[in-house]
């Protein structure tokens, strides 16, 4: 019965690759490519008599264990039985060995499938949940009961070509629940993506509870209205209050979650700019003192912090010194963009202190303001991350950039031996069309076509092999304005991350559309399977 099944699918060609049988030489269908895999002809059966067996600290990777026996059991219906193994690999089992293989890489992995069984292999846990990923998009895409999960022999050897594989989300535009973080966590992990970067303060909304701060979550999670369709065209608003924070509990759990699945969040607190909505909590933040009030629209505001008065900096170290209790991430996002500075030209208080300081111009006060906080995390051992506009009026000393408006950022900063991430807009943007905007729902602008992003190389060929060192991966961007619902972010956001994520993790010469599209139609049946809205518009397009 089972083979006449694969038949069937095999009449239809566009179905062969879900169905057919991997033959000796056959690709393997893990997105991201890995760096070596060969097949071999057979395949090792996976029962409920196979043990997964492993030789590693339980504490600590439990949930590679978990997430192997959880993807046996929803998907196929096997309940598979774990095992502590101290003596090594014993017939019929799935062995995660944890070993100090000195030729297997930072994050890599070495998967052998052959009679015997499986061998994950790998010198740290994340290369082992890699592995263990690889692993599950080795098995059939079908879902259903099961008594045999098939593997094919292979041996795949694998590791990652940058260490920032990262997916940002603005949960500021629009709040995103907790619930949702969890699974968009766990799509990052499938796609083997290491940061997600958490967008958590803006003009829109306050998302974060800061304990010294009440007023933060208490106003500033809260806006009266939102603007209905484009920022371009409309003055129309829903009347709609819209809200929503995580408490520190909440943030402590995301964290945790994440941790589990080896991704580390980057939190983001906007500065000094994007700041509304701490301005109209705490309205001496700002040059004029207000009235201030969340915003109801997007784009860019004049009101900002006042860089002139002590009691900011102030409110922003305590604000940070809560952060970093929350968050272990070695980065810490501080904004920095789109900060205009027409406030700042009229206030007497930021003007004394370009006076003082000796500055030139408000650009300088700019980066005085982001020097401060650099120094302030540099104190607490953490090094701080900003959009590329903290390179105008000087670079923080030890600070890393984050090139958003082009690559010329991240060229600049690289040339000055900094640490980048590339998130150009026009390739990184996944808050952009997607297809023909007549056909699609409105979104910012912009046209980042899968295709497109798939093509991204994210180290410019201008830098020599030196600077290029300095390049640490690229990240795609969510901003939600033109997102309301958790559907609509995962509509936006794939398949487009998983061809980010092979531009991060796959050698770059490996790299083939057509062929990425192959794979990519089989993973969409796992899509499918855990219920991720995701644009089907990429695979209308004709394939050549
Ligand atoms: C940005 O997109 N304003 C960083
Ligand atoms: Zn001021």
Sequence with gaps: MKYLKIMLLCVFPLLSVLGCKINAGDPLNIIPKPVSAKTFEGFFNITASTVIQYNFDIEKGALIIETLATHLSDYYKMESVAQQSKAGQSK????????DNKKIKKEGYKLKVNKNGVIVEASDLNGLFYGVQSLIQMMPAESGVREVVEIPFAVVEDYPRFAWRGLHLDVCRHFIPKEFIFKYLDFMAMHKMKTFHFHLTEDQGWRIEIKK???????????KETLIGSARTSKEYD????????????IREIVKYAADRFITVVPEIEMPGHALAALASYPDLGCTGGPYEVATRWGIFHDVMCAGKESTFEFLQNVITEVLELFPSEYIHIGGDECPKTKWKECPLCQQRIADEGLKDEHELQSYFIQRMEKFLNSKGRILIGWDEILEGGLAPNAAVMSWRGEAGGIEAARQNHNVVM??????YLDHYQADPKTQPLAIGGFTPLDKI?????????????????????QGNVWTEYMKTSDHVEYMVYPRAAALAEVVWSPKAERDYNEFLNRLRVLAKRYDFYQLNYARVAFEQPVE
Excluded: W
């Design 454 to 474: 798939y093509a991204y190389e994210p180290v410019p060929d201008s830098l020599t092999v030196e600077e290029a060192r300095y390049v640490m991966g690229a």
């Design 423 to 428: 998130s150009p807009g026009t390739h990184c």
């Design 239 to 250: 009347g709609i209050p819209h809200e929503g924070f995580y408490t520190q509990d909440d």
């Design 213 to 223: 701060y009440p007023l933060l979550t208490e106003v500033g999670s809260k806006r």
């Design 92 to 99: 019929n089992s799935v062995f995660l060995k944890l070993s």
